[in-house]
């Protein structure tokens, strides 16, 4: 079990993984550096001496395996309705945190942690629920600045190129408003509000910015293949867990 870093009241860290990756088969299975990427993240969660109990939520009997065997607290099968493509992060999150109430398991918040963000650390960990704490927000989001401007997107119509967005939005870039994705590294929820309304976007969500290099979303070979070459090139700031 993993020590508790905060005072306020225990906290929960969930890593979704799921089997039945359909862009890139196995995904969570892939390695980096050396450990699967789910194992990778539940290696961050413990280095980051935050949370009572980690937990891996799949319905994948080898992750499962990999999650008892890198020391995740709970390794849990998903149930048959948290099995199929369409199901949400959001879903996954609030069927865990529904689990551990019912069986009388008290936690103030949860983290969730994607397996497919291998170059987040400990301190992304830290710092997120301590501005989610200052700001007394319902939830802290990682963010990342888009690396293209999304307002530039075209698209076909009738075979024709043709802009996606409507407006001014092809104008210079340093004069077009910035926007964000969240790369995975965590989120931060208090446990009590997301009972009442499961959500992660919109009102009282505050950002935790996270490095544009740090940023990598593994959704295809190239990317992990791209953040093995960062870590191996000294091209990152930190060191990673």
């Not at 969730?112 to 939830?139: K, W």
């Amino acid at each position: 079990m993993t020590q508790q870093m905060t005072s306020d009241g225990q906290l929960l860290c969930i890593i979704p993984a799921k089997g039945n990756s359909q862009r890139f088969p196995r995904k969570n299975l892939a390695r980096f550096q050396g450990r699967p990427l789910v194992a990778q993240a539940i290696v961050v969660a413990q280095a980051s001496r935050m949370f009572s109990t980690v937990c891996v939520s799949s319905e994948d009997d080898e992750i499962l395996s990999v999650a008892k065997e890198y020391g995740a607290d709970v390794a849990l099968r998903r149930t048959e309705d948290l099995v199929s493509a369409d199901v949400q992060v959001v879903d996954v999150c609030r069927s865990v945190v529904e689990y551990f109430v019912d069986q009388g398991q008290e936690f103030f918040a949860f983290a969730v942690l994607l397996p497919t963000s291998p170059l987040r650390i400990a301190n992304d960990l830290q710092r997120a629920y301590q501005i989610m704490m200052e700001t007394n927000a319902r939830s802290c989001m990682s963010l990342v600045e888009c690396e293209h401007p999304p307002q530039r997107a075209v698209c076909l119509q009738e075979g024709h190129v043709a802009p996606f967005f409507e407006g001014d939005n092809f104008k210079q870039t340093q004069k077009l408003e910035k926007l964000y994705r969240h790369d995975g590294t965590v989120i931060f929820s208090r446990i009590d509000t997301f009972l009442q309304d499961p959500y992660f976007y919109g009102e009282n969500v505050v950002p935790y910015f996270v490095e544009r290099e740090r940023g990598v979303d593994v959704d295809n070979p190239l990317d992990l293949a791209w953040a093995e070459f960062l870590c191996d090139s000294g091209s990152l700031n930190v060191q990673l867990k």
